[in-house]
């Protein structure tokens, strides 16, 4: 079985010996799981079609035949699926299925975030929840439900992803308490922002159900957070592996992370030699503990932050900690899945002597955005921009609360406006707390350090004070 495939498009794979139409030309790379999985959009037997490929020695046949299960599974409902024209393997051994292509189709998730006004997300997310209704109604649960994991070609929306459908219970309708869960799943991908669409949605689907939409709720309420708080604590345990997404890489002195869709020659300099690449940039902050400055070429505007190490004692007494680099990045993430505004995280670096580590590194995406505080004392700033800008860090805090994480440095210069959203900075003291006694005494310490930038405007920090919940 091949462990990879050529990087040079197109090409040619054949199928098992004696196909009557054994040559797949592959045209583009539509998904790569390095060693795991590659799909390709191709032509064969005179069509277009999306060729998935399974890599992994080890797991690619049961990955296979759990492929082929769920997708003959939805062939049982009334749920659209690509159409499946081909399961076989390639003249090598490697396992292969062959689906229909969708013409000009976007995931879910690109349409979600194409949809601005409430009344589009409404009846978007009743789309949805009519594919699901019809899944449990069939005693079927797609156990990765995310929002790529449906597609959207000519209004119709398509379920893919048949490794992920488990088919125990197929022709009877799946019990509450695991319809509610796996409702939970779809809901916890959207931010906490637009949980007030929930209710319209759960409508829908007890109707489709024919159950009490009550019954769901009063579920939901309890399934909803635990499923969030599992699928981010997922997802920052995945930025600093290797995955889709991201690549960890082990060098001489140093560990780096970084995204894949940034692996270009910009980046190759700055993992080389990260010093020499800040120096490339314009100064924004030489402090003591850190040093930040902007670097900009042709196609990146980033900001680098290296967190310095001031004498041999702070290194020892550091060395065995996780850097505030690590930690930035993981609270990157932690926000990033939480729809929570936060600059884009391109890579991160530690310098390393073994398991000791020293010097960190963290990259992200430049926010051209207006402080805070000259935001709010700039006379000229129409009042009613100034109230929405208020209330939208009220909405930002009451987010954190309820996602039990506290910022640890809420300084006003620790966040930007951006058409009137903040955006949070400076993570390294970011942590999240489970519910209890820790959470509430730093949250307070987060709610009186946020008010007191505000000392100079004293109404300014009364509406703040009335407002940010206790």
């Known amino acids: 079985m091949a462990s990879y495939y050529k990087d040079e498009l197109p090409f040619a794979l054949v199928?098992?010996?004696?196909?009557?139409?054994?040559?797949?030309?592959?045209?583009?790379?539509?998904?790569?799981?390095?060693?795991?999985?590659?799909?390709?959009?191709?032509?064969?037997?005179?069509?277009?079609?999306?060729?998935?490929?399974?890599?992994?020695?080890?797991?690619?046949?049961?990955?296979?035949?759990?492929?082929?299960?769920?997708?003959?599974?939805?062939?049982?409902?009334?749920?659209?699926?690509p159409?499946?024209?081909?399961?076989?393997?390639?003249?090598?051994?490697?396992?292969?299925?062959?689906?229909?292509?969708?013409?000009?189709?976007?995931?879910?998730?690109?349409?979600?975030?194409?949809?601005?006004?409430?009344?589009?997300?409404?009846?978007?997310?009743?789309?949805?929840?009519?594919?699901?209704?019809?899944?449990?109604?069939?005693?079927?649960?797609?156990?990765?439900?995310?929002?790529?994991?449906?597609?959207?070609?000519?209004?119709?929306?398509?379920a893919i992803d048949g490794d992920a459908i488990n088919d125990k219970g197929l022709g009877k309708a799946l019990p509450d308490a695991v319809s509610s869960r796996n409702l939970?799943?779809?809901?916890?991908?959207?931010?906490?922002?637009?949980?007030?669409?929930?209710?319209?949605?759960?409508?829908?689907?007890?109707?489709?159900?024919?159950?009490?939409?009550?019954?769901?709720?009063?579920?939901?309420?309890?399934?909803?957070?635990?499923?969030?708080?599992?699928?981010?604590?997922?997802?920052?345990?995945?930025?600093?592996?290797?995955?889709?997404?991201?690549?960890?890489?082990?060098?001489?002195?140093?560990?780096?992370?970084?995204r894949r869709d940034q692996s270009g020659g910009n980046l190759k300099s700055f993992i080389e030699d990260p010093d020499a690449f800040m120096a490339r940039g314009k100064l924004l902050k030489d402090g003591t503990s850190s040093t930040v400055v902007r670097v900009q070429g042709e196609h990146f505007d980033w900001v680098v932050k290296r967190y310095n190490i001031k004498s041999l004692w702070h290194w020892l007494s550091r060395c065995l900690r996780k850097t505030r680099a690590w930690i930035s990045w993981g609270n990157a993430h932690r926000l990033k899945i939480s729809g929570i505004a936060t600059p884009k995280p391109i890579a991160m670096i530690e310098k390393r002597v073994g398991p000791l580590r020293s010097t960190g590194y963290y990259?992200?995406?430049?926010?051209?955005?207006?402080?805070?505080?000259?935001?709010?004392?700039?006379?000229?700033?129409?009042?009613?921009?100034?109230?929405?800008?208020?209330?939208?860090?009220?909405?930002?805090?009451?987010?954190?609360?309820?996602?039990?994480?506290?910022?640890?440095?809420?300084?006003a210069t620790n966040f930007l406006l951006r058409d009137l959203v903040p955006w949070v900075l400076d993570l390294d003291a970011m942590r999240e707390y489970s519910p209890g006694a820790r959470f509430n005494s730093c949250s307070r310490v987060d709610r009186a350090r946020f008010l007191r930038n505000w000392q100079a405007r004293p109404e300014l920090q009364r509406w703040f004070a009335e407002h940010l919940q206790k």
């Open 15 to 81: 199928l098992e010996k004696n196909h009557a139409q054994g040559l797949i030309w592959c045209e583009q790379v539509l998904r790569d799981l390095p060693g795991k999985r590659k799909v390709y959009k191709g032509s064969w037997n005179q069509r277009t079609v999306v060729v998935k490929l399974f890599l992994d020695p080890k797991t690619a046949r049961r990955h296979w035949g759990r492929e082929k299960a769920g997708i003959e599974a939805l062939k049982k409902t009334s749920v659209p699926t």
């Open 363 to 411: 990259v992200t995406e430049f926010i051209d955005g207006l402080r805070t505080e000259t935001f709010f004392c700039d006379n000229l700033v129409p009042a009613v921009q100034k109230q929405q800008a208020s209330k939208a860090f009220v909405e930002l805090f009451g987010q954190l609360r309820r996602l039990g994480i506290c910022h640890g440095d809420c300084k």
């Open 184 to 258: 939970a799943l779809l809901f916890a991908q959207l931010p906490p922002k637009f949980d007030p669409l929930v209710d319209n949605s759960v409508q829908r689907y007890a109707e489709i159900r024919k159950v009490s939409s009550k019954e769901i709720m009063t579920r939901l309420s309890n399934d909803l957070p635990d499923v969030r708080r599992r699928r981010r604590h997922k997802y920052v345990k995945k930025c600093y592996r290797s995955c889709t997404e991201f690549e960890r890489s082990a060098l001489p002195g140093k560990m780096a992370i970084f």
């Open 83 to 158: 159409e499946l024209l081909f399961a076989g393997d390639l003249d090598d051994a490697t396992p292969v299925l062959i689906f229909g292509f969708l013409p000009e189709a976007q995931t879910s998730l690109q349409v979600w975030k194409g949809l601005t006004a409430t009344d589009q997300r409404i009846d978007f997310l009743r789309q949805l929840i009519d594919v699901i209704a019809c899944l449990h109604n069939a005693g079927l649960v797609q156990e990765d439900l995310h929002l790529e994991n449906f597609l959207v070609s000519g209004g119709t929306i398509y």
